[in-house]
DNA sequence: TTTACTGTACCGGCTGGACGGTTCAGTGGT
DNA sequence: ACCACTGAACCGTCCAGCCGGTACAGTAAA
């Protein structure tokens, strides 16, 4: 499937040129087709950006879904870990990329709010846990912008000591 | 100074449409200005972008200076929660501004390195630090593409929470 | 097994319009 | 006389989206 390939190459394009090198030449001619093509799969160039929004979402959804902990919590740490520290959710790229337009923002908006919220009441903890997902989401910020700052084992030593706020 | 205004009138168009709504034209009549006149104070658009950004980085490390905390987590905690909670200073705004070109988000990037080492490790407890300045960061995020997520009580309890981490 | 047809995937030239940037002759307050 | 603009005209570039075409795989009747 071409299409994946598209949004990859969108996602790159964006992450080490800025959001002006996304013209639709730029990103099929990256993607080793030519503009034509992508339009067949993405009809303009909203759709292509919709598209890396809805990916990021899912793909994080489904990450959080993986891992086997027993709170939301503690599942959306060792998923922002995993995306962070593979690069391949590269969710600076496609805020950038969606900036352009306000509305095409609100699914990512949305997301968030519910990424900041669910099940915090219910948890043993809510205040650790909100703070600890606060830490996550400036982790995911930080990391890239300066994807120096940190090594595997800072990163580890961090996730120790986030886990160690929560309670269990 | 007519400056000052054509920075917020910029900064508000980012805010409430976007940035492909960051044109010339529309800086201008937002600030109530001509073109002419916007090119007067700032002779390209990369200027005034750039111009948004310093104005960021100065007025952020001016806040940071002048709480009265004796590390510098400290000061950058409190000091992230008056920008916040005043919505003065609205980082995502400039930062998608600036995301056209990368080198204009440079003197950002280095900025975050910065309040992210900052004499970190000279602070009693650095794992701690970090975590704090972590949230900080994940605040601001949050807190710009949720604003409703916190009132002025949720914040002061988050507060309390993350200077409860760090000792002393 | 040839022919005719269909749908999918992709190509690439073209154009209309928007935008950044420039210039310049005014204007009005000080 | 100078500063801080105004307002409008203008130019060149860039780019999204359109559209006419191509290649090819499957399929199914004759």
Redesign the interface.
Known sequence: MRREELLDAAEDLLA?????ALTLAAVAERAGCSKGGLLYHFSTKEALIKGMVERLIEEFDELVAAQGHDTYTKNYLAATFAAVQSGRLRRWAVV?GA????YL?AP??EA??RW??EGLETEPDP??A??V???????W??AS??PG?YDDGRYA??KR??LA?LPG
């Open positions: 080490d040129q800025g959001s002006s950038t900036s352009g337009n306000l923002l990512l908006r968030m709010a900041h919220r205040a650790a909100q703070i997902r606060l830490a996550c989401e400036g982790l910020d930080v912008h300066d700052l030593e961090l000591g986030l706020l």
